[in-house]
């Protein structure tokens, strides 16, 4: 069983920035995809980013390309997703969830095998 925590959100003002950071607990991302999704009010869950642990290729969804880095730490087992230039559409619960049986990086939160609670970001104008 993977156990995920995110942790970071908060408010900030649009231009601003904000780190993510999901960690596992129960075995390690060796071998795994890790995505970052948000669920806006009312609307579907997303893809936002991915990172393949082993190789460390990443995957963006065009929204946040250019705003938006994902990154792993092999000695803390963590994930994180630094968030610059930040919108007020970018107002979200944003999810980690992490990929233990499939090759690539998934885009549809169904390639996921488990998620962590969620993490609130709100972005004001």
């Known amino acids: 069983q993977v156990q995920l925590v995110e942790s970071g959100g908060g408010l900030v003002q649009a231009g601003g920035s904000l780190t993510l950071s999901c960690a596992a607990s129960?075995?390690?991302?060796?071998?795994?995809?890790v995505g970052w999704f948000r669920q806006g009010p009312g609307k579907e869950r997303e893809f936002v980013a991915g990172?393949?642990?082993?190789?460390?290729?990443?995957e963006y969804a065009d929204s946040v390309k250019g705003r938006f880095t994902i990154s792993r730490d092999n000695a803390k087992n963590t994930v994180g997703l630094q968030m610059n230039s930040l919108k007020p559409e970018d107002t979200a619960v944003y999810f980690c969830?992490?990929?233990?049986?499939?090759w690539g990086i998934g885009l549809s939160p169904n390639s996921y095998d488990y998620w962590g609670q969620g993490t609130q970001v709100t972005v004001s104008s």
């Open positions: 129960g075995r390690t991302f060796s071998r795994s995809a």
């Open positions: 990172i393949r642990w082993t190789s460390g290729r990443t």
């Open positions: 969830a992490a990929d233990i049986t499939r």
